[in-house]
């Protein structure tokens, strides 16, 4: 299979939806990122790594970093975090108070927000530092020693994170977090500062298309532990839309509002697609048809 080839064919098929729909802006610097930009990578699970676009622009991983989360803490961890949070599709939005609420401080899922946070609690009470192991992991995978946060970014999280503030303390009066909650937030709005390009993003989530096998050939989780990734991101990973999602592309995947997504081909591949601007479910909308047309061209949905 051409795939340098497939890329380049995609990213001039997607073209006429380049900014298509709108760049997040209630983390405001977000807001000037080129709503025109697309990227797409793929690093095969066996070594090559192909990019078309604007593959190598770094840009905001935001919710794609709760992959990594997740996976780090049930690296260390096994399966203890699923007493801490619930692994269901939400129906409800990302940053939901309300079903937090209803759930009595029980998270539906561990990609939208309140169970991310407790997932970054745990790995702040594992390593002392959860940012930094999740940007350890990443410069590890992927070999880019340059890989680092966004520091405006998240200082402007930080600014405008009444919400995420409110879902953090929400959780700790229900006793659903180990750490003060001002630490927890830190470091959560750290991971989701953190700057990639597709290219880094894809191998660096490589390992969940390798049964958890790292770039360096030595397991970082259990096939087991990254089947159970993989199933999340399929059912949770994309916001509302994780049903129009299995539908149209038919993988494991994993969007963030600074408009990349990560997709994984169990035993063949992963993917990266990166165009800022969204749709109104909150994922790129070039990014999800540049998807779409992957797993079609190749053959590749699991379904
Ligand atoms: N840092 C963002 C927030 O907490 C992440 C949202 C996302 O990408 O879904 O609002």
């Given at each position: 299979m051409d795939m340098q080839g497939i890329l380049e064919e995609i990213v001039d098929a997607v073209a006429p939806l380049r900014g298509q729909g709108s760049v997040a802006s209630?983390?405001?610097?977000?807001?000037?990122?080129?709503?025109?930009s697309f990227g797409m990578s793929v690093a095969m699970a066996d070594g090559p790594v192909y990019g078309a676009g604007d593959w190598r622009t770094p840009f905001s991983i935001q919710s794609i970093s709760k992959v990594f989360s997740l996976a780090l803490v049930m690296s260390y961890d096994?399966?203890?975090i699923w007493a801490r949070v619930f692994r269901e599709?939400?129906?409800?939005?990302?940053?939901?108070l309300l079903q937090l609420e209803a759930d009595h401080g029980i998270?539906?899922?561990?990609?939208i927000n309140a169970g991310a946070i407790v997932v970054t609690d745990r790995l702040l009470t594992l390593t002392g530092d959860a940012a930094g192991s999740i940007r350890g992991l990443l410069r590890r995978e992927s070999?880019?020693?340059?890989?680092?946060?966004d520091s405006a970014v998240a200082a402007s999280e930080a600014e405008h994170g009444h919400r995420n503030s409110a879902m953090a303390h929400l959780l700790a009066s229900y006793g659903?977090?180990?750490?003060p909650v001002e630490r927890v937030l830190a470091n959560y709005f750290d991971q989701c500062a953190l700057e990639l390009t597709c290219e880094d993003l894809a191998t660096a989530s490589r390992f969940l298309s390798r049964h958890g096998v790292s770039s360096g050939g030595t397991?970082?989780?259990?096939p087991h532990q990254s089947k159970r990734v993989n199933a999340v991101m399929l059912t949770c990973?994309?916001?509302?839309?994780a049903g129009e999602f299995a539908y149209r592309v038919g993988l494991p995947g994993k969007s963030g509002v600074g408009g990349g997504i990560v997709a994984i081909v169990p035993g063949r591949c992963a993917i990266t697609v990166w165009g800022p601007a969204l749709g109104p479910s909150g994922n790129s909308v070039a990014g999800i048809a540049a998807l779409d047309e992957f797993t079609t061209r190749t053959g590749w949905s699991i379904f």
């Open positions: 209630y983390i405001p610097s977000l807001g000037g990122v080129s709503p025109e096994y399966d203890s599709p939400s129906g409800t939005p990302f940053n939901s998270p539906r899922n561990p990609f070999g880019n020693p340059a890989i680092d946060v659903n977090l180990e750490n397991p970082f989780l259990t990973g994309t916001y509302d839309a």
